[in-house]
């Protein structure tokens, strides 16, 4: 352990800075990015914990040990993305089923046809809202999970690159609707185009939130959930947004 002397630990020269993600011990605050130095006494490199100030010596993994953590690591993150994919599908398919049941009660109340009547919007047009409410809301949620685990998953990413795909994926599937519109039934294009921009921009809006907020609620669900010493396998959400770093000011010596 550091010997205190009349050199201050913070004095030392900087040797190196900590490049994975370490948890201290006494507190559980994550040691990344933290400097390394060489006390002269033991000749031991250490980093100091600035939340409670306890010394902790960089001491490497064992190579074989080190691996299969990674290993673990992989597999528990392909399960994550797996199961993330899963339920993101099932968000689409269910938004994609509202519009067809809408269409269904506007109709004859059938499952087939396409034909539809402006008049039938009148008669219907409280049950016709609150649908399009449930959709909207429905889109709004598959851009804000679909944004969301981007920026989880992909912590390099710049802070624009969340932003450029809450905006050009919703386009994108919008264009897509009414190419199929278009060609399914031509004079339905103009009825449901409204609904097409609609739920476009519904999607925008959620992805622009799990843009600003995603890592945040990552962050704060991972401190709520998950106990300090498993935290440090999501110490990139931690790390990724250094403008908004939540890391402790450093105390004195």
């Given amino acids: ?21 370490r948890l201290c011990p006494g507190c559980g605050h994550n040691l990344r990015n933290e400097a390394i ?8 490199f250490l980093t ?20 299969w953590l990674y290993r673990c690591a992989r597999l528990v993150m392909t399960l994550w993305i797996s199961l993330m994919g899963v339920g993101l599908v099932g968000l689409i398919l269910a938004e ?9 009660r506007l109709t004859t109340h059938a499952e087939g046809g396409h034909l539809i ?31 969301v685990m981007a920026t989880v998953l992909f912590p390099h990413w710049p802070r624009w690159g969340g932003a450029v795909l809450a905006v050009t994926c919703p386009a994108v599937a919008a264009l897509f609707q009414a190419v199929f519109w278009y060609g399914e039934e031509p004079a339905l294009l103009g009825v449901f ?5 609609a739920q476009a921009l519904a999607q925008m809006a959620g992805g622009t ?45």
Avoid: N
Wanted: with cysteine; proline share 9%.
């Fill in 1 to 21: 352990m550091f010997r205190q002397g009349s050199i201050p630990f913070e004095r030392l020269p900087e040797l190196a800075k900590v490049a994975e993600d």
């Fill in 117 to 147: 009547l402006h008049a039938r919007y009148t008669r219907y047009s409280d049950e016709y809202l609150l649908l399009m409410v449930y959709s909207l809301a429905g889109s709004a949620a598959v851009g804000f999970v679909g944004v």
């Fill in 193 to 197: 185009l409204k609904t097409i921009l």
């Fill in 209 to 253: 939130a799990g843009f600003l907020g995603g890592r945040r609620l990552a962050r704060l669900l991972g401190r709520v959930f998950l106990p300090p010493r498993v935290r440090v396998l999501l110490g990139s959400l931690w790390t990724a947004d250094a403008p908004v770093s939540e890391t402790p000011r450093r105390r004195g010596p």
């Fill in 96 to 104: 994609a089923a509202v519009p067809g049941y809408v269409l269904a």
């Fill in 37 to 44: 130095r060489q006390d002269p006494g033991t000749l031991a």
């Fill in 48 to 67: 100091r914990c600035p939340r409670c100030g306890r010394f902790e010596p960089m001491v490497s993994i064992p190579a074989a040990a080190q691996l």
